[in-house]
């Protein structure tokens, strides 16, 4: 089990591996003081300082492409495990817990108060008394549109193009082109090219 005491990873080695890993450990707890102070700053710059809050961003993130904007608050663990492709948004409140890697493509659309939530916990009670976690990436691919309060689950691959619904909750992959709604998210029908405006 990957809780074994005879695993010699690190704690962070182990985690970005997926497997369970202890969060109290020093070096991690040092990366994630490290992420607060950064998102502090971030959520506390001020809108008429652009400049800033792309520097800000630059330091925080493991990546940010061109044209990209991020309204603050933003929320974070550790921010070097999220990436972000060129000329996306995302509005106020966005939560990305980048236990492991989350990776946004290009022209993404992210409503508020969304939730990209990597992180899990052991089913085993023991396991979870002694503290153990663990997580799995999450992808969102490019021109996807995540409605406001949309959760999306560890492990999770949103495929190009794709809609979230408002609120929907997604706990399984969605395949391109697709509009999803609901809890669980279910795919309620196919986008074709040159589809006129919408809700989502």
């Not at 800033?52 to 974070?76: D, H, K, N």
């Not at 691959?157 to 992959?173: C, E, F, K, S």
Request: aromatic share 4%; glycine share 12%.
């Amino acid at each position: 089990m990957a809780s074994d005491d005879a695993d010699e990873r690190s704690m962070r080695e182990r985690m970005l591996a997926g497997d369970l890993y202890l969060a109290d450990d020093p070096e991690l707890g040092e990366l994630m003081l490290r992420a607060a102070d950064l998102m502090e700053a971030f959520n506390a710059s001020s809108a008429r300082e652009p400049g800033e809050r792309r520097r800000l961003l630059t330091e925080l993130l493991g990546a940010i492409g061109e044209g990209t904007e991020i309204r603050p608050p933003l929320r974070v663990d550790y921010g070097s495990h999220l990436r972000i492709g060129a000329r996306s948004f995302a509005n106020y409140g966005l939560v990305a817990l980048d236990v492991a890697p989350i990776t946004i493509g290009d022209d993404v659309q992210i409503g508020t108060n969304v939730q990209l939530m990597t992180p899990t916990h052991p089913v085993d009670p023991e396991l979870r008394r002694a503290g153990w976690e663990a997580a799995r990436p999450i992808t969102i691919g490019d021109d996807v549109w995540l409605g406001s309060g949309a959760i999306v689950l560890a492990g999770v691959t949103v495929g190009d193009n794709t809609v979230v619904g408002a609120g929907a909750v997604v706990t399984r992959d969605l395949p391109a082109n697709a509009v999803a709604v609901g809890n669980p998210a279910r795919v309620i029908r196919t986008i074709e090219p040159g589809s006129g405006p919408d809700r989502a």
